[in-house]
T-cell receptor, first 116, second 115 residues
Framework: DGGITQSPKYLFRKEGQNVTLSCEQN?????MYWYRQDPGQGLRLIYY???????QKGDIAEGYSVSREKKESFPLTVTSAQKNPTAFYLC???????????????FGDGTRLSIL | GDSVTQMEGPVTLSEEAFLTINCTYT??????LFWYVQYPGEGLQLLLK?????DKGSNKGFEATYRKETTSFHLEKGSVQVSDSAVYFC??????????????FGQGTILTVHP
């Protein structure tokens, strides 16, 4: 089955530590996205990538970094500069065919990050 | 900038009741509109979408009509079930300029359906 796999499901970070969240898709989608979800706030875009080796900052990129070396993979690093990293992180992907904006995004099951 | 406003929850209904979750938006141009559903501990799933004015999206008994004149995309279901209990998100996607299909989400509405 095609889909998006996020790992791990739960992750704990110590103060001052960087952690990397994995996101892999086998849907052959060009575009990939990272969102942060906090209770009662909906989803906020962290970074997105429309093509390999290219990515753009979203609305809340500070304290995060990404890479897009392969079409299938879009890992997110939460750095020690992110002072409030406790949240639910969701990865998504979409095709770029047809009119951009008409295509829905497909989501993984998320990673819940907590601070020890 | 683009924005989406959903009715505040939580919404609590009895099984077989009628559901409406209001959603209004602000956007330039002609966005596409989506409803996503999130079950506990999971990611979001697309529920339905509409890509132009007066389009009606429908799926699993849920419906929403793209109303450009009122900038709304209200979600409705005639008879809810316990299994519909989830968080519902309204979202819009910009297609112009540098937005490249970026989704803007509402804050989500928690729905609980009791037997």
């Amino acid at each position: 089955d095609g889909g998006i796999t996020q790992s791990p499901k739960y992750l704990f970070r110590k103060e001052g530590q960087n952690v990397t969240l994995s996101c892999e898709q086998n849907l052959n989608h060009d575009a990939m996205y990272w969102y942060r979800q906090d209770p009662g706030q909906g989803l906020r875009l962290i970074y997105y990538s429309q093509i390999v080796n290219d990515f753009q900052k979203g609305d809340i990129a500070e304290g995060y970094s990404v890479s897009r070396e392969k079409k299938e993979s879009f890992p997110l690093t939460v750095t020690s500069a992110q002072k409030n990293p406790t949240a639910f992180y969701l990865c998504a992907s979409s095709t770029q065919r047809g009119r951009i904006g008409d295509q829905p995004q497909h989501f993984g099951d998320g990673t819940r990050l907590s601070i020890l | 900038g683009d924005s989406v406003t959903q009715m505040e929850g939580p919404v609590t209904l009895s099984e077989e009741a009628f559901l409406t979750i209001n959603c209004t938006y602000t956007a330039t141009g002609y966005p596409s509109l989506f409803w996503y559903v999130q079950y506990p501990g999971e990611g979001l799933q697309l529920l339905l979408k509409a890509t132009k004015a007066d389009d009606k999206g429908s799926n699993k008994g849920f419906e929403a009509t793209y109303r450009k004149e009122t900038t709304s995309f209200h979600l409705e279901k005639g008879s809810v079930q316990v299994s519909d209990s989830a968080v519902y998100f309204c979202a819009l996607s910009s297609a112009g300029g540098t937005s490249y299909g970026k989704l803007t989400f509402g804050q989500g509405t928690i729905l609980t359906v009791h037997p």
